[in-house]
């Protein structure tokens, strides 16, 4: 639809005019204002005051709006920007504690590996040294799994220890790996001793990744908290003198200790020959146990 032209539209006409008249009364007043500053300079800057006390209040009042949207503008970015600091900070952080953390493990298989280093330069009579690979937490059947086999020399009924010491015994063999029992089995029975004292016990595995030691002599409990448990070398499988646990409870007639190689926080374990080689046809038996 076409647009109406000036000439026939009465508003468009009134609008023209009324244009026409403010550029005349603007052409007018900008002359008079010259010839005024030109023949009467004091005068016109009176009214140049005027006119400044007129727009300053109109002025400052959009000075203030201009400021205060600036401002709005200023401070989102501002935020926006710290907010993004903010998020690159943490991720920094978590990026700092994983480093942390991966150092730490680093540095704990580092000081396990020299451990176990120095203790096969001591022990002559090392078969084979692995990694634990794997282990049972939640099972009643306590096992690990160790990556060394058969080719590595390895065989059933050998004891497997750690610098810590002592782990458990091999008891199903593979080409490349083992399954071992750990002395915190119940089917594990380890002829040991007290270190303090050289009192003659019995440990053996409770089934929840605790030891159960008991005195051979019915009598008075000769434990106390703290106390080291080692192998005894009685029975020919196990060689004496290698830790086992450390008592944490007592009870009736006996104790509660805590492996010292938790297989949790070992990464790595020796296999050794038994101490007594006839030793190994009785421990070959126990291998029907494993699932």
């Given at each position: 639809?076409?647009?109406?032209?000036?000439?026939w539209?009465?508003?468009?006409?009134y609008?023209?005019?009324f244009?026409?008249?403010?550029v005349?009364?603007?052409?007018?007043?900008?002359?008079?204002?010259?010839t005024?500053s030109l023949?009467a300079?004091?005068?016109?800057?009176?009214?140049r005051?005027?006119?400044l006390?007129?727009?300053?209040p109109?002025?400052?009042?959009?000075?203030e709006v201009?400021?205060?949207a600036?401002?709005?503008?200023?401070?989102?970015?501002?935020?926006?920007?710290?907010?993004?600091?903010?998020?690159?900070?943490?991720?920094?952080?978590?990026a700092?504690?994983?480093?942390?953390?991966?150092a730490k493990?680093?540095?704990?298989?580092?000081?396990?590996?020299?451990?176990?280093?120095?203790?096969r330069?001591?022990e002559?009579?090392?078969?084979?040294?692995?990694?634990i690979?794997?282990?049972?937490?939640?099972?009643?059947?306590?096992?690990a799994?160790?990556?060394?086999?058969?080719?590595?020399?390895?065989?059933?009924g050998?004891?497997?220890?750690?610098p810590?010491?002592?782990?458990?015994?091999?008891?199903?063999?593979g080409?490349?790996?083992?399954r071992?029992?750990?002395?915190?089995?119940?089917?594990?029975?380890?002829?040991?001793?007290?270190?303090?004292?050289g009192?003659?016990?019995?440990?053996?595995?409770r089934?929840?990744g605790?030891?159960?030691?008991?005195?051979?002599?019915?009598?008075?409990?000769?434990?106390?908290?703290?106390?080291?448990?080692?192998?005894?070398?009685?029975g020919?499988?196990y060689?004496?003198?290698?830790?086992?646990?450390?008592v944490?409870?007592?009870?009736d007639?006996?104790?509660i200790?805590?492996?010292?190689?938790?297989?949790a926080n070992?990464?790595?374990?020796?296999?050794?020959?038994?101490?007594?080689?006839?030793?190994?046809?009785a421990?070959?038996?126990?291998t029907?146990?494993?699932?």
């Amino acid at each position: 639809m076409a647009t109406a032209r000036p000439g026939w539209s009465r508003r468009a006409q009134y609008g023209l005019f009324f244009s026409f008249l403010a550029v005349i009364a603007g052409i007018i007043v900008g002359v008079i204002l010259l010839t005024l500053s030109l023949v009467a300079p004091k005068s016109f800057n009176t009214v140049r005051g005027a006119a400044l006390d007129v727009t300053a209040p109109i002025t400052g009042a959009l000075h203030e709006v201009t400021a205060t949207a600036g401002g709005l503008f200023t401070g989102a970015g501002n935020y926006w920007d710290a907010a993004n600091q903010n998020a690159k900070l943490k991720r920094e952080r978590q990026a700092m504690l994983q480093r942390m953390v991966e150092a730490k493990a680093i540095f704990q298989e580092n000081r396990q590996l020299k451990a176990t280093l120095q203790l096969r330069e001591r022990e002559q009579n090392i078969v084979a040294t692995g990694r634990i690979v794997g282990s049972s937490f939640n099972s009643p059947r306590r096992f690990a799994i160790l990556s060394a086999g058969s080719t590595d020399g390895v065989r059933i009924g050998m004891p497997v220890r750690s610098p810590d010491g002592l782990v458990g015994r091999i008891i199903d063999v593979g080409a490349l790996a083992s399954r071992v029992l750990l002395v915190s089995d119940r089917a594990n029975i380890v002829p040991a001793r007290l270190l303090r004292g050289g009192i003659p016990v019995i440990s053996q595995g409770r089934g929840d990744g605790t030891i159960d030691v008991r005195p051979l002599e019915v009598g008075r409990n000769p434990f106390k908290r703290g106390d080291i448990i080692i192998t005894s070398g009685t029975g020919g499988l196990y060689p004496p003198l290698v830790p086992i646990a450390r008592v944490v409870k007592l009870d009736d007639d006996g104790a509660i200790a805590l492996p010292l190689a938790d297989p949790a926080n070992t990464s790595f374990a020796m296999v050794q020959p038994p101490f007594e080689p006839a030793a190994v046809a009785a421990e070959s038996a126990p291998t029907s146990e494993s699932p």
